[in-house]
């Protein structure tokens, strides 16, 4: 390994070793991967519980029962229609639990009886089979086959082409694109802070005194960036991971393609934006020497990465191929935010993802650059904060 990089892998495994050994990032992890267990325990509970009902019949209302099975899964509902022998033994039963309503007298308007309020969806099933019970023998009174009407009804309508036919997977690509950016915007946020914090913590202790005695500043901060990357991406992919694991098994997610590159782009745009981020965390905190200053410079970055995170984010789900979310998507600082999302929904073409490679790239290089040069000259000073102008104008010389 080249010398001068040998100093920035030992910084790097330290920094990577030490955070994944930390409680903070074992009980965070632990606690996230609960929710997500929690969450697909919930939505398995949910998706195989039917929406069910009862239904006792008794009287004239018996020719209701057709109709009632035929309209009750249009409304999601599973009925059972029970004959009863009179309208008392049903209305016990109702006020025994063992039926949701019961339906007697007259077919056309019956009487419901129930022990509070008709559930929404049953209400609308028994409208509906009113509705059809009236409807067939106004149709039959007149001399009108209601089944023939029926099989012309069917047969009508509209055909419809499009000229791009609707993606099957439009609603995965959405919520793949939505997930991968809060996701980056989580972690970015979080362990681009966590730079922040350690290079302030090596301030306050003097640490870094005797670390810069042995190495350059550029290879401490490299080494930091890397090594905390490093921490980030580990947290990503085992959220992730579960993420899609607890979709997969909800049912609202199918492999292929799409969820390849999609995790790819996700991969590397957080690479790309954490390098940016990181960098600039890192150069921030090495302005003050106390961790109760940390927060007073790293709150502009904060909030203007959170602004742009809760205009993007709105902007991707209303329109995700209109000209401001694009437009966004190409500026650097929100590139690795946006761009992966689009990517995911399909909307970016691949010379949109170029440019916003090479730009973010570029803008990269230079606030390395630019970052490293203010941190050199500001890492060491402890003290009174250092002020943003001074410490540009310290770059520069």
């Excluded at 090495?286 to 970055?301: G, K």
Aim: proline share 5%.
């Amino acid at each position: 390994m080249n010398g001068a990089l040998r100093p920035v892998a030992l910084i790097a495994r330290r920094e990577f070793a030490s955070r994944v050994k930390g409680r903070a990032f074992v009980v965070g992890t632990l606690v996230v991967l609960l929710l997500l267990g929690v969450y697909a325990a919930v939505v398995a509970t949910l998706a195989s519980g039917e929406d069910t009902a009862r239904v006792g019949v008794t009287g004239a209302a018996v020719a209701l029962t057709g109709p009632l099975e035929r309209a009750a899964p249009t409304e999601g509902l599973t009925l059972t229609v029970v004959l009863q022998p009179d309208v008392a033994a049903g209305e016990a039963a109702v006020r025994a639990g063992d039926l949701d309503a019961l339906v007697g007298a007259d077919a056309v308007r019956p009487r419901v009886y129930v022990e509070s309020e008709p559930d929404a969806a049953l209400e609308r099933v028994i409208v509906d089979a009113t509705t059809a019970v009236a409807r067939d023998a106004y149709l039959v009174g007149r001399g009108v086959d209601p089944a023939g009407l029926d099989a012309a009804v069917a047969e009508s309508g509209p055909v419809v082409v499009s000229a791009e036919p609707p993606d099957p997977q439009a609603g995965q690509r959405l919520g793949l694109g939505l997930a991968g950016a809060f996701l980056l915007f989580f972690s970015i946020q979080t362990y681009g802070a966590m730079v922040a914090q350690g290079v302030v913590e090596e301030k306050a202790s003097r640490v870094v005194e005797i670390v810069l005695s042995s190495v350059r500043p550029w290879q401490l901060l490299l080494g930091k960036v890397l090594g905390l990357g490093a921490v980030g991406l580990l947290q990503l992919v085992v959220l992730g991971g579960a993420g899609l694991a607890v979709a997969a098994a909800a049912g609202v997610l199918s492999g292929g393609a799409g969820l390849v590159s999609t995790v790819v782009s996700v991969v590397v745009w957080y690479l790309l934006g954490f390098a940016l981020y990181a960098t600039v965390f890192a150069a921030a905190g090495s302005l003050v020497s106390r961790q109760e200053d940390t927060q007073s410079v790293l709150s502009p970055i904060t909030i203007t990465v959170l602004l742009g995170f809760v205009v993007g984010f709105n902007l991707l789900t209303s329109d995700p191929r209109g000209t401001a979310i694009t437009v966004i998507s190409l500026l650097p600082p929100f590139s690795p935010l946006f761009m992966p999302a689009r990517i995911a929904l399909g909307v970016a073409p691949v010379g949109q993802v170029v440019l916003a490679f090479a730009l973010t790239i570029a803008f990269t290089a230079a606030v390395l650059a630019l970052g490293g040069r203010i941190y050199a000259n500001s890492v060491l000073r402890t003290g009174a904060r250092v002020s943003l102008r001074e410490a540009w104008g310290r770059a520069r010389t």
